[in-house]
């Protein structure tokens, strides 16, 4: 009996049975390793009175080390800026991980109507699922720590869409936010019924975890290096747990973008377009350094405000006019601090590159990441120069 049907096929993985077989490897072992329950108890058992005492993280990603902040700061305020580097950190990963919970979605919907792409379908559910147990440990020690040193959110954020400014510290406007929005919404759409689009996005993906998996790989070995894992603090384990998923997320992210894209028929000029538009987006995104936070690429001018509260907090009880001085000298004057932040982005970068390197349809712009490039230490001392003047002007109206 023939069990074939007559008919022209196209866009299916069973033909390229090497590509199939690394997205079953890839999810068979995330199902077996999946860390949700594992987050859920961290969290569940988080109580920042035990662990309010102790680093929770390598000393280097503290706020502000290696600054004048640090250099005068006490132990204990040590301590606090070494936990609040993981408060501040993991919020922006949890709205990094909000629209990626969107974008898996719409991915999975331009790919699910494609022959035998169930399996890809399947892996981007599972990985939703463990980004909300992500997102609920991450805002639960938030939360908790925040409330206890301030009373009040400084780095963490109600709930919200994924359509909203993924850097959480932007150098943005109403207008740019608007515009921003827009685009993501249309980038949804396209990509809910476009196969290249939807694992186009995944390069894009792709590119933005690489500089997590450099930060959050040295935030994980915190953890696996702790004497005493058993009672290593929770927001230590809570890093681990969540680096070792993300692992899978960034093999995900690889495969689909480098070898299931190339099971699909060549993008057109207007999927060239597109997807080129998305990686200068994230060009822009990642274009500035930070002297506050090495690791994200957050706008400095739109931390002051932040650190301003931090430094007036009874945690470090300076005075308006010793909190203004020391963040004149922090953000204005090199540091170590600015440049190990200087040295991640450099970094980042270069791996950028090699990412995007064989993939034909990129732009050279984005494979050079020409734009990320053009950012220097004097370009940034003399952004914040100008910056902090403006910011001291408005205080004293």
Not at 8 to 31: A, D, F, G, M, S
Not at 43 to 64: G, H, I, Q, R
Not at 214 to 230: A, I
Not at 245 to 263: A, G, K, L, Q, Y
């Amino acid at each position: 009996m023939n069990t074939t049907l007559n008919e022209p096929k196209q866009n299916t993985l069973l033909e390229n049975p090497q590509v199939y077989r690394k997205l079953q490897i890839n999810h068979t072992r995330n199902k077996q390793q999946d860390h949700t329950q594992l987050l859920d108890e961290a969290a569940a058992a988080f109580k920042y009175e035990d662990c309010k005492d102790v680093y929770w993280n390598p000393e280097e990603f503290s706020l502000l080390y290696g600054t004048p902040v640090w250099s005068q700061a006490s132990p204990r305020q040590k301590v606090i800026l070494n936990q609040l580097y993981w408060v501040a950190y993991y919020s922006q990963i949890i709205s990094a991980e909000i629209a990626t919970i969107f974008f898996n979605q719409t991915s999975a919907a331009g790919l699910y109507a494609q022959e035998d792409f169930r399996l890809v379908c399947d892996m981007l559910d599972l990985e939703s699922a463990q980004e909300r147990a992500h997102i609920n440990a991450f805002q639960t020690v938030s939360h908790q720590v925040e409330a206890a040193l301030f009373g009040k959110r400084i780095f963490s954020y109600t709930m919200r869409g994924p359509f909203a400014e993924t850097m959480i510290f932007a150098d943005t406007n109403t207008f740019k936010r608007f515009w921003k929005k827009l685009q993501l919404q249309t980038f949804g759409l396209l990509s809910s019924d476009n196969t290249f689009l939807a694992c186009q996005y995944f390069t894009v993906r792709g590119v933005r975890t690489l500089n997590g998996k450099l930060v959050q790989h040295k935030l994980s070995n915190y953890y696996q290096k702790h004497p005493d894992q058993e009672n290593a603090p929770i927001p230590a384990k809570i890093s681990y747990y969540h680096f070792m998923d993300e692992s899978f997320h960034f093999n995900s992210s690889t495969i689909i973008s480098h070898d299931v894209i190339s099971c699909l028929k060549p993008p057109t000029a207007f999927e060239k377009l597109v997807a080129n538009l998305g990686l200068r987006g994230c060009q822009k995104d990642h274009y500035h350094f930070s002297a506050v936070i090495n690791g994200i690429f957050w706008y400095d001018p739109a931390l002051y405000a932040a650190i301003y509260q931090v430094l007036r907090s009874q945690s470090f009880s300076m005075s308006d006019i010793e909190a203004k001085e020391m963040m004149r000298l922090s953000f204005t004057q090199e540091s170590e601090g600015l440049h190990r932040s200087y040295q991640t982005h450099t970094e980042a970068m270069e791996s950028y590159k090699v990412y995007l390197d064989k993939l034909n349809y990129v732009w050279q712009s984005n494979k050079q990441m020409s734009l990320m490039a053009s950012n220097s230490i004097p370009k940034y001392l003399e952004m914040q120069q100008k910056s902090f003047s403006s910011f001291l002007h408005s205080q004293r109206k």
